[in-house]
């Protein structure tokens, strides 16, 4: 699906930009406009903040709504709560994880073992899409911190390149 997305978008740069973000936020179209969950968002101001040209948005959004690949994943699309920065007030763990190849299978339940292991629950799990980020990561929140000897457990598993600790 992500050769159609990029060969949809391929000789428009600003275009590219805009679907980008609504992958990376989870935004969808609908009614030929983007959403988030149920709210619709202002065109104008998600050009602004993209900084691109308001009728990139729009194209963008004619675009998918044309095609029918892409307007029945864009309108499937649902934006997720991300606990990370706000983990360290709810007195819970992060740790970020770099992997060796992001594309590599298990890497998530090898690091999800260690820590059940250990009788930790796993509040969140969210891992970029290697074909969207540059350098995708692993994010972990756990409902209390983790020890030094389980981060050293961690690290030492199978495609785990590096950890950051937050």
Known sequence: MWKKIYW???????QQKV??????????????GIYCGNIELSISKMARALDV??????????????????????????????FRDAAAVMKWGVIEIVPEDASMPGILARVANIIAEE?????QAIVDDYMLAEEPKLYIITEKPLK??????????????????Y
Do not use: C, Q, W
């Not at 009788?119 to 509040?123: E, F």
């Open 8 to 14: 949809a978008f391929r000789r428009f740069p600003a």
């Open 19 to 32: 679907v980008e973000a609504m992958l990376s936020y989870g935004l969808s179209v609908k009614n030929n």
């Open 53 to 82: 040209d308001r009728r990139a948005v729009m194209n963008t959004v004619d675009t998918i709504s044309k095609n029918k690949e892409l307007s029945s994943m864009f309108k499937h699309l649902s934006p997720t709560a991300n």
């Open 119 to 123: 009788k930790i629950s796993i509040r």
């Open 148 to 165: 030094p000897e389980t981060v050293a457990k961690i690290k030492r598993a199978e495609g785990v390149k590096a950890i950051i600790t």
